[in-house]
């Protein structure tokens, strides 16, 4: 067992002095704000900022500068050696950034323009992406690493650091008492009496394998436990984010009484490996964490919530190494995560490493528990808690219960409008589910009525309609899309956004044009072969058929009536209707 000197790790007083100013003071600088410029930040900037502001990033008091920046991507170190993994610095775009000077005050808000820190600039500068992304993560390839992906895509091209002085934390609405500070939890585990705490960091449900996980590095250590989950981004309309947290909540319940606390942590992740596992660590100690629980791909951003084979981007062990190396450092002792499987003959979880040939070991994947839960079948005890698959169930009814949106796409003509008017009285017919009808030619006069017939304005129509149908499917309805939707990109976005909320079900019309030509009731295709309608589908703009739709339909033999009853019954194959 690694022994963590306490002279490593900083006093009380380290975590209960926030950057949090006092009232008296926070009215002057609420007088400093004014006529100052100010930026409103985005989610994974509000996050950062909270970290900030309440010391879980200590020993930082504000955002890295450009010395601190480029010896963090060297070394892992800031200047003055005290181990920091993870570039934290205020990301703006160029327009804004090249408006400040250094000592300039910018006001820092929420995304409703709520003032909440002022920061005093120092370093403004650009920098090198490339290399941020090769020495973080280890590549510059977006499309191998979605950290990277987010480094290119999202975070602005301009970096400013400077010290924080702040007037309010982020403003969180949804569990308040799970909301805590390094001083709440070191006030906490005070009163508790616990010495010796471990940190379990998760984004995953937790089940019974986890609890026994959990309970093994407990053991080792002779700690309580801190169970501290990531809040997901955009948590208020996201319905899995309360999902998760009810969950912990019931998992907590679990364990031996008064051995566990659980805290919110509002981390926008990097996905960065064993760098990540390293920030991670330093955060639990700063939480008051005298041991930290890692995984042997923590931090990977193709970990397997079940320990998976599946390739991981970092070598696996990575993480755990790193973490172990800095601990007499950082102040916080890693515990390797033992993987706990269920063994029938016993009838109990034993570490995995204990298995062997003749033991009949039992498991359920992330995939299997879903389509169990799609399909309202048995979720066995030795596996998860009921109150959990009661919060599970609650949340991801069966396919039966769950709405569902219905995309019909293709060429004016095609039969999309017509196939959606059947499908709609027959789901009226039903009394099952509220409907509601968005076909294409209603929607651009009642939702879309400015936008023309760009590339750009067709897919943003095409992502109202997705936006709406989310809506519906979300709160239990069926929404039955028909627009001619060319483009796959905007197709993509809706099947995204809407396959969170229930089910969606793309249906191509592939009715070929001469046939769609012949059926052209208004003449559009005459005029548009006349030259007299511009941008018009299938003649001068072209429509990309759907790369993986779940039905095909051509109805140029096909009666509109068995063209429904082709959607209905794959609806009834996939569990919708019953």
């Not at 992906?149 to 702040?166: A, D, I, K, M």
């Not at 023309?452 to 897919?459: G, V």
Request: charged share 20%; proline share 6%; net charge negative.
């Amino acid at each position: 067992m690694e022994k963590i000197s306490s002279s490593t790790r900083p006093g009380w007083q380290d975590y209960s002095e926030s950057l949090i100013v006092h009232f008296r003071h926070g009215e002057s600088l609420r007088q400093k704000a004014q006529g100052c410029l100010a930026v409103d930040l985005n989610q994974r900037q509000l996050c950062d900022l909270e970290l900030l502001l309440n010391r879980a990033c200590y020993p930082l008091s504000g955002y890295l500068d450009r010395a601190d920046y480029e010896s963090v991507l060297d070394s892992m170190r800031l200047c003055d050696g005290t181990p920091w993994p993870i570039p934290l610095c205020l990301d703006l775009d160029e327009k804004t950034a090249l408006a400040l000077t250094s000592g300039q005050l910018l006001a820092l808000n929420d995304q409703e323009g709520f003032l909440l820190a002022l920061l005093t600039v120092r370093d403004i500068w650009q920098p090198d992406k490339k290399r941020e992304a090769m020495q973080v993560y280890g590549t510059d390839d977006g499309s191998r690493h979605p950290g990277v992906q987010q480094l290119f895509s999202q975070v602005g091209p301009w970096y400013v650091s400077g010290t924080l002085e702040g007037l309010h934390l982020p403003v969180h609405y949804d569990f308040k008492e799970l909301r805590l500070s390094p001083a709440d939890t070191h006030r906490q585990f005070a009163l508790n009496g616990w010495r010796q705490v471990i940190g379990f960091h998760t984004e995953e449900y937790l089940h019974c394998a986890h609890r026994e996980m959990v309970l093994h590095a407990a053991r080792e250590a002779g700690a309580n436990i801190f169970l501290q989950p990531v809040v997901s981004l955009g948590q208020y309309g996201n319905l899995d984010h309360y999902t998760h947290v009810r969950c912990y909540q019931q998992i907590a319940h679990k364990f031996p009484r008064n051995m566990v606390l659980v805290g919110l942590l509002p981390m926008a992740n990097r996905w960065a490996g064993p760098r990540e596992a390293l920030w991670h660590a330093i955060i639990k100690r700063n939480h008051g964490c005298t041991h930290f629980i890692v995984a042997d791909d923590h931090g990977d951003p193709f970990a397997s919530p079940n320990g998976g084979e599946q390739p991981l981007f970092y070598p696996r062990h990575a993480a755990q190494e790193l973490v172990r190396r800095f601990a007499p450092e950082t102040g916080i002792a890693m515990i390797p995560l033992v993987r706990m499987v269920y063994v029938e003959d016993k009838a109990q979880y034993v570490p995995e490493s204990q298995v062997t040939g003749g033991m009949q070991v039992k498991e359920i994947s992330s995939g299997e528990l879903k389509r169990r839960l799609e399909h309202d079948l048995e979720i066995p005890g030795w596996f998860s808690y009921p109150e959990v698959v009661a919060e599970l169930k609650r949340a991801y009814p069966p396919r039966s219960k769950q709405g569902f949106t219905i995309f019909i796409s293709g060429l004016s003509g095609s039969g999309k409008s017509t196939l959606a008017r059947v499908l709609l009285i027959k789901f009226l017919e039903m009394r099952a589910r509220p409907v509601t009808l968005l076909d294409g030619d209603i929607v651009r006069k009642n939702l879309s009525s400015e936008l023309n017939f760009s590339h750009a304005h067709r897919n943003l129509n095409i992502i109202r309609i997705g936006f709406v149908a989310s809506e519906i499917t979300k709160n239990g309805g069926i929404a039955i899309c028909a627009p001619i939707a060319p483009y796959e990109e905007s197709r993509q976005a809706n099947r995204e956004l809407i396959s969170r909320c229930g089910g969606y079900i793309e249906v191509y019309m592939a009715t070929p044009l001469e046939v769609c030509e012949q059926r052209d009731r208004k003449g559009l295709y005459a005029k548009a072969r006349a030259g007299k309608v511009q941008g018009f589908t299938g003649v001068s703009d072209p429509y990309v058929p759907p790369s993986n739709p779940e039905l095909t339909i051509d109805t140029t033999t096909m009666t509109p009536a068995e063209a429904a009853q082709e959607v209905l019954l794959y609806l009834e194959e996939q569990g919708y209707l019953r």
